[in-house]
């Protein structure tokens, strides 16, 4: 059964004429154009192994055309998987899974400080 997930989108304008960086998550970003069509997305990691293991991931499974590593420039994580063309599935799911996580160890840090007080 599918779930449905609302994710709240961080906009940023890039240019004046409407080009948008789109934040889904901490590791999933998208760029779209002045129209709203995707043009490239991000998918961060914290290694440049696990960024170089998911590029040829994808792009064994043609789940995009086209796929380049490098130092990020759109997230806060160290290195990011720039994406042409990536399936709207796979940004969902990586958003979703990213933050399912990020929840997660949100509500175990809160845990640890509500132990640490008493």
Same mark, same amino acid.
């Given at each position: 059964m599918n779930t449905l997930v609302c994710m709240e989108v961080k906009k940023i304008e890039l240019t004046s004429d409407g080009w948008t960086l789109n934040i889904l998550s901490k590791r999933v970003a998208t760029i779209t154009d002045p129209l709203g069509i995707r043009k490239t997305s991000y998918f961060g990691f914290n290694n440049e192994k696990?960024?170089? @293991?998911?590029?040829?991931? #994808?792009?064994?499974?043609?789940?995009?055309?086209?796929? !380049?590593?490098? =130092?990020?420039?759109?997230?806060?994580?160290?290195?990011?998987?720039?994406?042409?063309? @990536?399936?709207?599935?796979? #940004?969902?799911?990586?958003?979703?899974?990213?933050?399912? !996580?990020?929840? =997660?160890?949100?509500?175990?840090?809160?845990?640890?400080?509500?132990?640490?007080?008493?």
């Open positions: 696990d960024a170089l @293991a998911f590029q040829n991931y #994808i792009l064994e499974k043609s789940l995009c055309t086209r796929a !380049t590593v490098r =130092q990020s420039e759109r997230l806060t994580t160290n290195y990011e998987c720039k994406v042409w063309s @990536a399936k709207t599935e796979l #940004i969902t799911f990586c958003a979703t899974k990213d933050l399912e !996580t990020s929840s =997660q160890e949100s509500k175990e840090d809160a845990i640890v400080a509500i132990q640490s007080v008493r």
